[in-house]
């Protein structure tokens, strides 16, 4: 849990926004008209996110979910 802190807090606040979005399910275009930016600009966040997180699998951003609630 330590470890998932951590890299949590390693990312931007707008990473962190994406990141809320994508745990609830939402498209890269939805969240790119959430967010006001293009959908490239969410692929960047999302593709950053992954490697902060260490992420390979979409299951696996699920066990940030707890940092939203």
């Not at 699920?62 to 939203?68: G, T």
Request: include cysteine; aromatic fraction near 10%.
């Amino acid at each position: 849990v330590r470890n998932n802190v951590e890299k949590y807090s390693s990312l931007t606040p707008r990473e962190k926004e994406t990141l809320k979005y994508i745990i609830k399910g939402c498209t890269n275009k939805q969240i790119s008209e959430k967010m006001h930016v293009s959908p490239h600009t969410i692929r960047t966040h999302r593709n950053r996110i992954w490697q902060k997180l260490e992420i390979k699998h979409f299951r696996d951003c699920l066990k940030y979910e707890s940092f939203f609630n």
